[in-house]
């Protein structure tokens, strides 16, 4: 195996490890590798079927140390960006993922990211304390049934504890074809995207979980204006139906495109029924 012949060469540089049984999903197997970065000052997530461009490490770290001065190595920071969309020829699809999907990457405050995720796992780049804060959390079954992918759990961490910053240019080239997990679809490409929000009840479902989580884990941690909004979207739940409208639209609880804003409106008024405890 290629990776164990660099592990034998580069011992100091480089630990393989691998899991005798499948870990049963992607956000399981990725969380579970934070416990080998605890050690590190920053880390970044692989997926095996994506090509990094040459230049991604150099541009995501000029981007955390700038960060880093701003607001200091104790606060948890994530940095991301753009990614190219190819097929499994290589053949590109999309040179900006975040136009093809119809998202603004600059929009990362968590009132956003409670609503939607943006933030591509194979493109980040995290320091320290944010690892320390993820790795804080126990990722036991109900975790892991409340998390809704890995990516999105790390930057609701980073959004409600510290901050995300954006790098608006592509990093990687995210191969897409039928096994991705969540692949990308296009921002004006409808019908596919109404064939895979067929589960949107599930997906809100999981928004309130994850949210719940948050609060749980974090609360204690957070700013009172991250306490308040999280708080403020779980009360859509148990809210009227005007209640709801005014608490979603003041808190602004909604996607970038008029068509996903409109959809994910409707469907948080329709779907936000209070989860039954477990």
Sequence with gaps: MILQRYSDMYPAQIRFSSNSLPSGSAK??????????????????ADQDDIWLPDKTTILMKKMHEAEER???????????????????RKLIANSFM?????NGELTALNRLLARNCVTGCTMLWNKALTRAALSASYDAHALDSIR???????????SLG????????TVMHRQHGDNVIGALGGNDIVKRLNRETGIRERIRHGYLQAQLLLDVFGN??????????????SIRSSNFARRVFIILKGW?????PLQAVAYFLALIVFSNKPRRR
């Design 28 to 45: 399981a197997n990725f969380l579970g590798l934070l416990r080998f970065a605890k050690d590190g000052e920053y880390a970044m997530f």
């Design 71 to 89: 607001h200091g190595r104790e606060v948890p920071l994530l940095i991301y960006s753009d990614l190219q969309v190819i097929d499994k020829d």
């Design 99 to 103: 136009r093809y999907q119809g998202y």
């Design 149 to 159: 992918m890995h990516d999105h759990w790390l930057s609701l961490i980073a959004a």
């Design 163 to 170: 901050g995300i910053i954006y790098a608006d240019q592509p």
């Design 221 to 234: 941690r957070m700013p009172e204006e991250s306490v308040s909004c999280i708080k403020n979207f779980l």
């Design 253 to 257: 609880y909604v996607r970038e495109s």
